[in-house]
């Protein structure tokens, strides 16, 4: 049985965003691994902390390296790996919905949980809106956080637990399959990152200035 760690928790927040459980082939044969795919800034993440947390504490190795795409790759094969995070309710293949895992609401790690999934799925940016006559288009001093992706169970779990941490949300919104949770009070906003203490994205990225 797997010790559910505060760094475990997270990694599987980032699994759940940006990772894919997967096996395929003939039974008796069959190739079974994780793989995640992410941004190439994210390398460094994966680096120090994704990767020797996920191979120290499932005890597997697996290769990380920059795509040709310029994404940040992470793969392990791992038939025993695929197992333990079936078994603590990740879904294996393609996901249509999932939920937080029970082993990490028992071991009170559900915050270091979507830490990870923000940093997989989350963004903060400057509040913006088209453009009118004599009205900026972005609001310099007005913040945003998103968590954005098609799970609409976890994405309503989410916002439940952050409600419950008193980090007030906007109502769960969908569009074309994707649900997208905000957080839009600057109070909560400061609270949000005071209480999740994301690694990155805590700031606005640049490029959406």
């Known amino acids: 049985m797997i010790v559910i760690s505060e760094d475990i928790a997270e990694t599987l927040g980032v ?36 990767k020797p947390t996920i191979e120290d504490g499932f005890n597997v190795h697996g ?21 333990l995070l079936v078994g603590l309710g ?53 913040l945003v956080i998103q968590i954005r992706m098609k799970l609409k169970t976890l994405m309503t779990q989410v916002g439940q637990e952050l409600r419950k941490l008193g980090i007030l949300t906007n109502r769960l919104t969908e569009k074309e399959g994707v649900y997208t949770l905000r957080v839009t009070s600057q109070d909560m906003i400061e609270k949000f990152l005071e209480i999740i203490q994301p690694r990155f994205k805590s700031t606005p990225h640049p490029t959406r200035l």
């Open 15 to 50: 699994l759940l965003g940006d990772g894919c459980v997967f096996q395929y082939g003939p039974p008796g044969d069959q190739i079974s691994g994780i793989t995640f795919t992410a941004h190439e800034s994210e390398f460094s993440y994966y680096r120090d902390f994704v």
């Open 90 to 142: 990740i879904p294996c293949g393609k996901r249509v919905d999932a939920s937080i895992p029970e082993a990490v609401r028992r071991s009170r790690t559900v915050v270091p949980f979507i830490r990870g999934l923000y940093h997989a799925e989350g963004s903060i940016y400057r509040r913006y809106s088209k453009l009118y006559r004599g009205h900026a288009r972005v609001y310099s001093n007005l």
């Open 63 to 83: 290769r990380l390296f920059l795509g040709g795409d310029h994404t940040t790759r992470y793969r392990i094969y791992s038939k025993r790996l695929v197992t």
